[in-house]
């Protein structure tokens, strides 16, 4: 079938970019159908100091473009559309998106997780001037400063452990006085000279967008609804993740969270559907590791193809 293509690459984080750019170099003329939040998490976060080979760092968004640049560079072919429907029992398999139909032999599922928020207006324009849903990424910036994290799970205890390194203070606001999170890093978090619990309390809004930075939460009691201001200079998420596998219920297996399940790495359970980055890594959710499984997810794809007999 003429109309069928070799491969298609679905999300355009770090796990699609270098799926994209590995089977581009194998003349795999891949398509990648970019999604909802272009460029990933990493377009969401400044500057990046953990990507090996830029010692000075690099901004995220430079990140994410220059793997696109690269990738296009040998053919990789980009669409700024998102996948409606996706049916794996078809071979080729199909692919919905608008009203276009999509036929391919292969896919590659790199729709990432995205950052669960609060869903407050004053949050959502802070993002990237003192909120931030990446610890590791963005700590380094509040050196010396007080801060916030939200959240009661393990996340939440890990990013306020990390931070300790930076800030003077990091207060920890959890809505209820139970926590997820394991026994172990609660305890650690508790007994940490400077992380200070603030239990049965949620964010009412994040101060002060006119001046474009983080001052303050207005936070609010969950039990008398008392509100009063905490001034901190950022607010970190740590209120977990959605993977981006909704679409695929039914068809692909998944854990409890919604994380899709790989063996061998990037194998779904369907031949020549692969799966790589933060949608099936619950674990190491770093850059450089969702890179290394789209370059895996590639691999096989070539091999798979190469299989078929293309
Ligand atoms: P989680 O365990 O689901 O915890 C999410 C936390 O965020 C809960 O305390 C929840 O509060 C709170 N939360 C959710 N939505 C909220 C909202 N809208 N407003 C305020 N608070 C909200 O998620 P996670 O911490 O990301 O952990 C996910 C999984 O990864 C867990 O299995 C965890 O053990 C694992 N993990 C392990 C490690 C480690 O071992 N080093 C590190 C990170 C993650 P409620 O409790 O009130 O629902």
Known sequence: M??????VIMGSGCAGHTAALYTARANLKPLVLEGHEPGGQLSLTTLVENFPGFPEGIQGPE???????????FGAEYKLVHVNKADLSTSPITLQVGNDT???????IASGASARW???????ALIGHGVSSCATCDGFFFSGKDIAVIGGGDSAMEEALFLTRFATKVNLIHRRDQFRASKIMLERAQEHPKIEMITNTVVDEVLDPSQKEVTALKLRDTRDSKTWELPVSAMFLG?????????FEGQLDTDQDGYLKTTNYVFTKVPGVF???DV???RYRQAITAAGSGCMA????EKFLEDLGH
């Not at 003429?2 to 491969?7: A, K, P, S």
């Not at 209120?239 to 679409?247: L, S, V, Y």
């Open 2 to 7: 003429e109309n069928v293509r070799n491969v």
């Open 63 to 73: 990140l994410v473009a220059n793997m696109r640049r690269q990738a296009e560079r």
């Open 102 to 108: 999509i036929l391919t032999r292969t896919l590659i």
């Open 118 to 124: 609060l869903g407050l207006p004053s949050e959502q």
């Open 239 to 247: 209120i977990g993740h959605i993977p981006n596998a909704k679409m």
């Open 275 to 277: 799966a790589c980055g």
């Open 280 to 282: 099936q890594d619950r």
């Open 298 to 301: 590639a691999l096989e794809v």
